[in-house]
């Protein structure tokens, strides 16, 4: 079990926002840590849209 936890807080979806969360989550997924992503619920949707989208299979560490 990951001993650490990362906070990624973001209430801006728009611009690069989105963009640089998703590569934040990407490298995070595949390190020993539990991610929590704090962001607007939109952004949750573009994920869901873009992890489909990138066919992305990123790590269960990760929690919205």
Same mark, same amino acid.
């Given at each position: 079990m990951a001993t650490n936890?990362?906070?990624?807080? #973001?209430?801006? %979806?728009?611009?690069?926002?989105? #963009?640089?969360? %998703?590569h934040l989550i990407s490298y995070y997924s595949t390190q020993n840590v539990e991610l929590?992503?704090?962001?607007?619920?939109?952004?949750?949707?573009?994920f869901d849209i873009r992890l489909k989208d990138e066919k992305n299979q990123w790590g269960d560490n990760v929690t919205f």
């Open positions: 936890r990362i906070l990624l807080f #973001d209430t801006i %979806i728009d611009g690069h926002h989105p #963009d640089y969360l %998703i929590f992503v704090a962001s607007a619920a939109k952004f949750k949707e573009q």
